[in-house]
């Protein structure tokens, strides 16, 4: 049966350890019957808001000062995922909210299994971007793109449902080896990611290796990718950009060519992105070689951002430009 509950975090800066918001949505039989949407007092390490996630999700300072603190909420949470598998759209930053969260209030992570519907839309479907308002539109639903808790868990419930219909699958075990997917895990102070497990499916990537960062995370969203830069980006100038793109095991390159996997596409509203929207320059280029078979993905910043992993708190303060 489809039995699973959903979590999408937002927050307060761009350490992964700030959570301001969350929703969850829980799946009973095939169909959403409860949710929650809490505001969050982030850990007081990373307690500062930094303008470019205030700009995207609009919680600020003021609007979390009587909300719970993140070691108040979190056996909230966990009571009401109640054991359940928790699905996110690129679980690795949501699941590493909850970890890196816990780390900042000297807390034990909790034990969960998890499935990431970002990995499942990749390995399931062919689009020039799986940000979540695309895939979710691309499937035949409506989500408005808006960085809203809640908003996003539903539509994450949607996107598996949907795909679950599409492949005929009665469970998420069923779903998940449709098209090889395996589960992550966080148990005894371990985590093991929610990956693609070989090569084949809907999906698969050509790896482009270089001379990168050799303890890079293999298991990383970014790790052997061709990665290209359009736009002014506002967290960080376009040399840091690359140089994160090293530490992840990822190639920065110039242009859009036939060797590119994703473009980071800069100073761009998110609703752009989706099915059927008009683009030009690298973008109209990247949609191009897409739809002619090339497995490329376009992204926002706030996407690149995302995938940037597991970085100390005094590091993770990037300089803004006004927008």
Request: hydrophobic share 40%.
């Amino acid at each position: 049966m489809l039995n699973f509950t959903t979590i999408d975090f937002e927050t307060a800066n761009s350490y992964r350890g700030s959570p301001c918001s969350v929703g969850l949505v829980r799946v009973r039989d095939g169909k959403p019957v409860e949710d929650r949407h809490w505001l969050i007092r982030p850990p007081e390490r990373a307690g500062h808001f930094d303008r470019f996630n205030v700009d995207l999700h609009r919680i600020t300072a003021d609007r979390v000062s009587n909300a719970p603190a993140w070691k108040e909420i979190l056996p909230d949470i966990v009571d009401f995922i109640s054991g359940d598998v928790v699905v996110a759209h690129n679980a690795a930053f949501d699941l590493g909210v909850i970890r890196d969260a816990c780390v900042a209030d000297q807390l034990p992570w909790p034990e969960l299994r998890f499935l990431c519907s970002l990995v499942l839309s990749r390995r399931a479907l062919s689009l020039p971007s799986y940000r979540l308002p695309y895939v979710v539109e691309s499937l035949g639903g409506i989500h408005p793109d808006q960085h809203d808790a809640l908003a996003d868990a539903r539509a994450v419930a949607d996107v598996v449902l949907r795909l679950a219909t599409n492949r005929k699958a009665s469970d998420l075990a069923e779903l998940a080896g449709s098209v090889d997917v395996r589960f992550g895990r966080i148990v005894g102070g371990e985590y093991r990611g929610s990956v693609a497990i070989s090569s084949g499916g809907g999906g698969a990537r050509r790896l482009v290796q270089g001379e990168l960062n050799p303890d890079a995370d293999p298991n990383g969203y970014l790790y052997g990718r061709v990665v290209v830069f359009t736009g002014t980006l506002f967290s960080m100038g376009r040399n840091a950009a690359r140089q994160e793109c090293a530490q992840l095991g990822a190639t920065a390159e110039k242009d859009v060519t036939r060797r590119t996997n994703v473009l980071v596409v800069g100073d761009i509203n998110p609703a752009v992105l989706r099915p059927g929207a008009e683009l030009t320059g690298k973008a109209r280029r990247a949609v191009d070689l897409q739809r002619a078979g090339q497995e490329i993905e376009l992204m926002t910043e706030d996407d690149f951002l995302r995938c940037l992993a597991d970085k100390p708190l005094d590091e993770l303060r990037p300089t803004m430009s006004g927008r």
